[in-house]
């Protein structure tokens, strides 16, 4: 089992820049991939970055303004969001992978980004 507790969300006003935290509950080398999701009020889930030992991805909409990284040695998982927009508002979940067969999803709580205009 692993425990994903996700924070750092707040109000912020566009322009602005916010870094959430995804603290997992055990080693983050025993996941093949991590990443944030965000699901705003009336819409699907959907991706926003991801991370593997050799790559990151991003959604279009985000190139450019966020980046994803990690912390082995905290087993932290981290989103640096910059140069917010109001259509970033959503609810940013934590994501990691493990690999089995299906693949097994865990996911954080959710943190709420709220951007004013």
């Known amino acids: 089992q692993v425990q994903l507790v996700d924070s750092g969300g707040g109000l912020v006003q566009a322009g602005g820049s916010l870094r959430l935290s995804c603290a997992a509950s055990?080693?983050?080398?025993?996941?093949?991939?991590m990443g944030w999701y965000r699901q705003a009020t009336g819409k699907q889930r959907e991706l926003v970055a991801t991370?593997?030992?050799?790559?990151?991805n991003y959604a279009d909409s985000v190139k450019g303004r966020f980046t994803i990284s990690r912390d082995i040695a905290t087993n932290t998982l981290y989103l640096q969001m910059n140069s917010l927009k109001p259509e970033d508002t959503a609810v940013y979940y934590c994501?990691?992978?493990?690999?089995?067969?299906?693949?097994?999803?865990?996911w954080g709580k959710g943190t709420l980004v709220t951007v004013s205009s």
């Open positions: 994501n990691a992978k493990v690999l089995a067969s299906p693949t097994l999803n865990y």
């Open positions: 055990r080693s983050i080398f025993s996941f093949i991939a």
């Open positions: 991370i593997t030992d050799s790559s990151t």
